[in-house]
């Protein structure tokens, strides 16, 4: 019977001596990048993979996402390591598809390395007899909320429940056999160090909107026409008014879009479309943000007497991570790099659906460094692939031996403690109560 530390010295030896097939994996992930529910061609090397490392797995899972196991010498917990499959879209990112204009500017290539990273080192140091429960190894589909029009598609023809990947894994039951999830998300921001945890994220529900109006001759007969262009305009100035009444700590965030201004110049504009966000730190801000966009869109067509049609859609929820494995995470990671180089996060205003997932469950959600440029920017690339690959590896490695060694006593620990904010049943009727069409007219 070996100590944790022996099985984690073996765990990062193990994966020290595989780091070079972990970035050159990452790095074709970055030469391929698919934006979510279309990364089909970064789903089969994961699949590849785990074929090589003979984990049994199941693929096609949310169309895209690919979920093995390996089990430890007795049963107990199951800890599953998340990796992302999915890009953005940043045409002008020097690594972006020429076709596509797809380009991994969140750095979610390397979390694929990561996953591999942890399964090789558990699998190939031998110590999985020596851990009671379950590893899962998942690589998941889309978590940025793009192309909205084509995940709508999707939806109406019945392949998406939800407009996200983890919330439709939840919906499809994929971690229904899942008691702890974690993921090392990368950074670019130098405050964070070479790993950092903590911190929470803000939530979001997605709109898409429509102004319907009357064409007319635009410069014969505007008096018979009906502006939906103006519509939007005032709509958008009332979304402005509203932003001295959100609460500095709700740190709420609206950013709308125009994604259509009209049809023709010399027609009245009689079909304006516009899409947003509505982020905030709680369920409460977003639902009060919300309202407050509603009335402000209604004021748009109420003052040309136009209609305005509002969908609400659920987005993601606000992260919520455990502290009992933020603590396990920080510990190995001090023993990684160092404590001055372990940052502490605070709240973010950005958005992940791991939020969805640590609201069902115990959650971690960390941070790696090696990153440079603003995160989803053109100049965003991995620099350093052994802080952004390698070394969070180890550390997610090493959590799961501080889980599920000694019988997973610590495991059964933290379940103990957690509460969860919703049963998965809870969660999903929640979102499906978000889920509003409105019409209105002025
Ligand atoms: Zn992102
Ligand atoms: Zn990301």
Excluded: W
């Amino acid at each position: 019977m070996s100590t944790k530390e022996e099985l984690k010295s073996a765990v990062c030896r193990e994966i020290d001596r595989h780091s070079d097939e972990m970035i050159a994996m990452a790095q074709t992930i970055l030469e391929n990048p698919e934006p979510g529910f279309r990364e089909i061609k970064t789903s089969r090397l994961v699949a590849q993979k785990f074929n090589e490392l003979g984990i049994p797995y199941r693929d096609g899972l949310a169309i895209t996402g690919v979920k093995g196991a390996a089990r430890g010498g007795n049963e107990g917990p199951t800890v599953a390591i998340l990796g992302e499959l999915d890009s953005l879209i940043v045409p002008d990112h020097p690594k972006a598809d020429p076709e596509t204009g797809a380009a991994h500017a969140c750095g979610h290539h390397a979390q694929i390395g990561m996953l591999i990273g942890v399964a090789l080192g558990l699998i190939k140091s031998g110590v999985l007899p020596s851990l009671a429960g379950r590893v899962a190894f998942m690589a998941v589909p889309a978590e940025e909320y793009i192309e909205v029009e084509f995940r709508e598609k999707l939806h109406k023809e019945g392949k998406l429940s939800f407009l996200g990947g983890k919330p439709e894994l939840i919906k499809l039951g994929e971690f229904d056999d899942i008691d702890i999830a974690m993921m090392t998300h990368t950074t670019s921001n130098p405050e964070d160090r070479k790993l950092a945890v903590g911190g929470t994220n803000n939530g979001l529900v997605v709109k898409q909107i429509q102004f319907i109006g009357q064409s007319a001759h635009a410069g014969a007969m505007p008096h018979k026409g009906i502006n939906a262009l103006n519509a939007a305009m005032i709509a958008l100035s009332a979304i402005h008014t509203q932003r001295e009444t959100f609460k500095d700590d709700d740190t709420v965030r609206v950013h709308p879009i125009i994604t259509k201004g009209g049809d023709v110049v010399n027609a009245v504009p009689a079909d304006v479309r516009m899409e947003t966000f509505v982020r905030g730190k709680t369920l409460e801000a977003i639902k009060d943000a919300n309202e407050k966009v509603d009335r402000a869109l209604r004021a748009g067509a109420l003052a040309v007497g136009g209609k305005v049609r509002i969908t609400t859609l659920p987005g993601y929820l606000n992260l919520m991570q455990d502290p009992e494995l933020q603590e396990l995470y920080r510990l190995n990671a001090i023993s990684l790099v160092g404590e001055e180089e372990v940052g502490q996060r605070g709240h973010r205003t950005g958005s992940t659906d791991m939020g969805d997932v640590s609201h069902i469950m115990p959650a971690l959600h960390p941070y790696a460094g090696g990153a440079v440029g603003i995160s989803h920017g053109s100049d965003y690339l991995i620099q350093d692939y052994q802080l952004a690959v390698v070394n969070p590896a180890k550390a997610m490695a090493m959590t799961v031996i501080d889980l599920l060694a000694e019988d997973a006593a610590k495991a059964k620990e933290v379940l103990n403690k957690h509460k969860p904010h919703m049963t998965k049943q809870e969660y999903l009727t929640f979102m499906e109560s978000l889920l509003r069409e409105e019409e209105y007219q002025g």
